[in-house]
């Protein structure tokens, strides 16, 4: 695999961890996919949402989950922030927690 996943914070991960089964079994699959493929994986897996931030789109039976991400400088992906999607729209209280933490991220 050439990329490796980190996360901003050991609560986005215990949230993801948190999950409904059948996101958190979505999220390991499109995991594999990004680690291996990075900024290759597109629609439906995975899409640009501008200024370096990415979503992470996994499904399951449960509903809908969402991750945002990031790319760094030697093959790094940071997962940002996590929420269950109740909404057809991402809301944006969640979409300003990632832009949020990608500015910090990128300031290090």
């Given at each position: 695999?050439?990329?490796?996943?980190?996360?901003?914070?050991?609560?986005?991960?215990?949230?993801?961890?948190?999950?409904?089964?059948?996101?958190?079994?979505?999220?390991a699959?499109?995991?594999?996919?990004?680690?291996?493929?990075?900024?290759?994986?597109?629609?439906?897996?995975?899409?640009?949402?501008?200024?370096?931030?990415?979503?992470l789109?996994?499904?399951?039976?449960?509903?809908?989950?969402?991750?945002?991400?990031?790319?760094?400088?030697?093959?790094?992906?940071?997962?940002?922030?996590?929420?269950?999607?109740?909404?057809?729209?991402?809301?944006?209280?969640?979409?300003?927690?990632?832009?949020?933490?990608?500015?910090?991220?990128?300031?290090?």
């Amino acid at each position: 695999m050439n990329y490796t996943i980190e996360y901003f914070h050991s609560r986005v991960q215990a949230e993801i961890e948190s999950c409904p089964d059948g996101i958190l079994a979505d999220y390991a699959r499109l995991m594999e996919l990004l680690m291996e493929f990075g900024p290759g994986i597109k629609m439906p897996h995975s899409k640009a949402m501008g200024k370096g931030l990415f979503e992470l789109r996994p499904k399951g039976r449960e509903g809908t989950g969402r991750a945002f991400y990031c790319f760094l400088v030697g093959r790094r992906i940071i997962i940002l922030h996590a929420f269950i999607k109740k909404t057809p729209t991402t809301p944006e209280p969640e979409l300003k927690i990632a832009r949020k933490r990608i500015q910090e991220v990128n300031n290090d």
